[in-house]
């Protein structure tokens, strides 16, 4: 039997991710002036007012973050009032300084790193679309950012503000591939003059150039604003909170989510680096064709190097078991915070474009990158591996016997 899915997303004036975007802003200011500094920060955002709120290693520098802030509010014109009135804008501190009791737990060596927390965090690729995402959420995303691309190349009238959603159910027949795109729906901030018969047509062009011809058809209802008018947005009609869009960040609901926020916090937080690791991994796997789609679980202890717990779940699609395919992947990649940090190379002011454009989206970071693909194809397709022999090493990764 066919079925249904849904995901949303939410633009980058949406004041949830305003906070987001602010607090890793902040992350990206910290890690451009200090080495490798500790960073844990949550911002609330209402009206004029930004709260700021957390740990972090280092000199909090009221005056020069505050300044940061302002500077990105008025360049991005993410929220246009604030950037039309940018003296009311009001910034309250409440950071502290990391504890020593974390600290000692985390800093335990140059080379070794205790997870920050304790928690679950899940990755998860299917080959459905192009980047290995399910295809609500890449759907609901891409036609976002192809509105907003519209309206910065001036292909469409500046009418239309910077807070908005997306939301797409998207049919399944009983294989599990997408068929036909069922609903469409967009809100949108948007100039008083403009009304609902307007800003539908200023959107179709942007929805019609990213959907592909197969997935839409005259029976897809596209919905634009169905509460009405839409003029007052961002933190003025509504709060704004770190880490409120968890689900918009990850897989739209297709897959599991621990429950930790990724903005605001340094690479050394596993809520962050185990998830970006866990997304890699499932997405080499499906790339390399092992497998039609993939879940990764990785779990951690806080103060501890290496892993509480490391699975992977295929659905049944996978050409191995996949506690074999489990254990290939622990004998090439380090598993332990400082082994994830080092491969994906985290120690970078890179966290700002996450918040903004999406944790899974850009072919530019680290852990969307298929640099596992081919070795993943040496050991398991051309069957260079003995399941028979191996052992568990000191820093948390199996050791395999080649077959000669």
Known sequence: MNFTQVSECVAFGHPDKVADQIS????DYYI???DKPKVAVEVLIARYTIIIAGEVSEYIDKIKISKCIKDWIIESNAIPYMTE?????EIVFLLDRQSNEIANLVNIDDDKIGAGDQGIMYGYATNETEDFMPAPIFYARKILNQIFENIKNGNIAEKLGPDAKSQIAVEYDTNGKPIHIKKILISI???????????KNILLPSIASVIPNHLIDEKTEIMVNPAGSFIVGGPFADTGLTGRKIIVDTYGGLAPHGGGAFSGKDPTKVDRSAAYMARHIAKNIVAAGIAKRATVQ???????????SFSIDTH???IIPDSNLALIISSLVDLSPYGIIQYLKLWQPIYHLTAKNGHFSDKNFSWEQLSLVEKLKNLILENKISFNEKKFVENGMYVFNELS
């Open 85 to 89: 009135d940018i003296d009311r804008v």
């Open 32 to 34: 451009n002036l200090y």
């Open 316 to 318: 049944g699609t996978s």
């Open 24 to 27: 890793d802003l902040i992350l």
């Open 298 to 308: 990785l779990a951690y202890t806080i103060g501890i190097i290496s892993p509480f």
């Open 189 to 199: 901030q948007h100039e008083e003059e403009l009304n609902y018969k307007d800003i």
